[in-house]
């Protein structure tokens, strides 16, 4: 068997399949004892956090907010341009905030959806193309592009 069938067959089993033999073929290689390290220093670098934290030191944003901003500065600074067309406006974008993947359509749940196809745990953030919000509840969506 060469490489290449090996990759071929490894690449056809389902993604939690491939995900157990990494964790395997990875622990074979001694990589468990690098794992354990850093997963010391990540505890140490968290416990110095919530001390900055409790001591007044710096404050907190929380997810949510983050996650917006995210979202906000990706549409406005890399995406805008490229959707904001006239076959566009009034649909819905949503975006992958960690990568910058976006998916375009009529509606919310669908463009997540697919976007969470490619990768599971995603953080979508969503905007109406041309309008100040996705959505209008007691009141109207007002339209910021031609």
């Known amino acids: 068997m060469t490489l290449e069938n090996l990759e071929s067959e490894v690449l056809a089993l389902p993604k939690d399949s491939q995900a157990a033999l990494l964790s395997r073929l990875l622990e074979h290689l001694g990589r468990g004892e690098i794992d354990r390290e850093v997963g ?19 404050t907190g944003i929380a997810a949510e907010q983050l996650f917006e901003k995210r979202g906000k500065e990706l ?10 067309t006239p076959e566009n406006i009034g649909k819905i974008i ?3 905030v960690e990568t910058g993947e976006y998916e375009i359509g009529e509606d919310l749940v669908v463009t ?3 976007l969470k196809v ?16 996705v959505y209008a509840v007691g009141g109207t969506l007002v339209r910021t592009a031609e």
Not at 41 to 57: C, K, L, N, V, W
Not at 118 to 133: H, L, S, T, V
Request: glycine content about 12%.
């Open 118 to 133: 490619k990768q599971p745990n995603a953080i979508i953030w969503g905007e109406r193309i041309g309008f100040d919000a």
């Open 75 to 84: 549409y406005e600074n890399f995406i805008r341009a490229q959707v904001e």
């Open 40 to 58: 010391s220093i990540g505890g140490e670098e968290a416990q110095r956090r919530d001390r900055e934290m409790d001591g007044g030191e710096v």
């Open 112 to 114: 997540s959806s697919k």
């Open 94 to 96: 949503s975006i992958n």
